[in-house]
Each structure stands twice: as C-alpha cells, then as structure tokens.
C-alpha cells in the first residue's frame, strides 16, 4: 500500500508532518494493506467564515481497493492531527463495511457453490 501526502498552501506540508501523516494512516489501514495499491491524503484548511479566527483543517483521504473504484472520506479538526484522526476513523469504517459485504457475498457463494 502506497501513500500518498499532499498539502495545499494554507497547511505547512513539512517532512515532519508529511512522515506522522502517512504512519497514522498506514497504522489505521494496516489490516487491509494487501487489498489497497494506494491511499491519497490531501491536507488544507477548511473554508470557513472568513471574519473568524477558527481555521478547521481538512483531511481527505482517497483508499484505492484492488479491483474496484476509488473510496473518499473527509475528516475534520481543529489541527492537522485531528482531522487526519478524523478521516483514518472513517475511512477504516468505511473499508470494513465494504470488505465485510465483499467477504460475506464471496462466502455465501462459496457454500451455495459447494452445496449444490
């Protein structure tokens, strides 16, 4: 599994951040390393009022299953390591349903295969 950081200008895209970012990610995924090729993470600033001094960060995170379409989530947060918090959570929900629906359908055929 690949990983992929990326940052806009209003996030400081340092190695440092870059370094955590991808190993909460790879930490949180790591069960379904071998079923993603590449996971994207797009750090920025969430657009917000602009007369306010609350700047929420904005984590998207982009999974790419073998074989199959891409999965999006977005996480939110007062920092850079909330929002990316955020999105590992979401995304790892997300992968667990999906993989869930896909290994339950693969076993009922399984055993509907070998009954018949």
């Known amino acids: 599994m690949k990983i992929q950081v990326a940052t806009d200008r209003s996030v400081d895209g340092t190695e440092t951040l870059a370094h955590d970012v991808e190993g909460e990610v ?3 995924l790591e069960r ?4 993603l ?3 994207e993470v797009h750090l920025s600033e969430e657009d ?3 007369n306010s001094n609350d700047h929420a960060k904005r984590c998207l995170l982009e999974a ?3 074989g199959m379409q891409p ?4 996480g939110l947060g007062d920092n850079v390591e909330h929002a990316c918090h955020d999105a590992t959570s979401k ?3 997300l992968l667990d349903s999906t993989f869930g629906r896909i ?3 693969d076993a009922h055929a399984t055993i509907r295969h070998t009954d018949s």
């Open 103 to 105: 290994d339950g359908r």
């Open 26 to 28: 790879r930490s949180a």
């Open 37 to 39: 090729s590449r996971v």
């Open 71 to 74: 999965v999006v989530v977005t």
């Open 32 to 35: 379904y390393a071998s079923r």
């Open 64 to 66: 790419r299953p073998e």
């Open 91 to 93: 995304m790892l929900r």
């Open 48 to 50: 917000g009022d602009k």
